[in-house]
């Protein structure tokens, strides 16, 4: 534990004395230590693309420009490089506005069951290169239409498209990725997004939703990651008052539960 000690010497008076006022910083201490080893991750992450976009131009400026295919190579690197930090900027900002505690939320009664078809039908084609089947399984469910949850619908889409972007990224060729749904108790719904994929080291499971935090740095780099996705998703949760929670089987799959509210009779 961290102590700050004041001491304040009254002045003499109709009841004079000494106040000692111990203040525990340990929390302070903590906080200000999780923001720097942020803005040192932040730096880091900036600082890898930008190198290797430096390294492809000035190589490129000394002679490797003039062989044409040496040129598609350097510029492929660089775009390549120019989307990781795009993307990482755009989680930046997604973080950042959620954190500030005003991440501008409509809550309203959203059909579950359409966004999940929309969120499968953007991921299909990636799916599709990897000869990986998305599947939907709504057959707990009596009408699913009728699924409506309390939610803002670009959130809720956020927290899917993450989940289902992991699922194909860390799921080989041929995999499977499934999002099933069903009623949970009176006041809620669930659905859970598995995949047949490599799994999480169950020493690592409790800390992947924290900023930046991999399980293979090289491994998630290489797949486009930006190490922010899992901490986004899990911010979103918490403010759409839902719970999320993930099992894994080191080699066999990984699945993410998510429960959230039902909207409210109209
Ligand atoms: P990244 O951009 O690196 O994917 P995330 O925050 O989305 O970052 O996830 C954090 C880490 O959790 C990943 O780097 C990866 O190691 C692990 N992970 C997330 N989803 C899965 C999954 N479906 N299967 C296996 N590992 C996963």
């Known amino acids: 534990k961290s102590l700050a000690i004041y001491v304040a010497q009254l002045p003499d008076g109709p009841s004079p004395g000494t106040i000692l ?17 942020f803005v040192a991750n932040v730096s880091h992450e900036l600082k890898t693309p930008l190198s290797v976009i430096k390294a492809c131009v000035e190589t490129l400026l000394d002679g490797a420009a003039e062989d044409e295919q040496s040129r598609a190579e350097f510029l492929i690197q660089i775009s390549e490089q120019g989307d990781r930090l795009y993307a990482l900027i755009l989680d930046l900002l997604s973080l950042a506005k959620i954190e500030s505690g005003n991440p501008e939320l409509e809550l309203e009664a959203i059909p579950l069951i359409a966004t999940i078809e929309d969120c499968l039908d953007r991921h299909r084609p990636r799916a599709e290169v990897k000869h990986q089947s998305l599947i939907a399984d709504f057959s707990a469910l009596e009408s699913p239409d009728d699924v409506l949850v309390w939610a803002d619908e670009e959130a809720l889409s956020q927290i899917l498209d993450n989940l289902v972007d992991n699922a194909v990224k860390y799921t080989p060729e041929q995999g499977q990725v499934r999002i099933r749904c069903w009623p949970e108790g009176e006041n809620q719904f669930g659905f859970e997004v598995s995949d047949t994929g490599i799994g999480i080291p169950e020493r690592d499971l409790p800390r992947i939703f924290e900023r930046f935090y991999r399980v293979d740095k090289g491994r998630s780099r290489e797949v486009g990651g930006t190490g922010l996705g899992l901490a986004i998703v899990k911010h979103l949760v918490q403010v759409l008052n839902g719970s999320i929670r993930a099992t894994s089987s080191l080699g066999h799959g990984t699945t ?11």
């Open 256 to 266: 993410f539960t998510i429960l959230l509210p039902k909207a409210r009779e109209a």
């Open 21 to 37: 006022v111990l203040h525990d910083t340990t929390k302070l201490r903590q906080l200000e230590r999780l923001r720097q080893e």
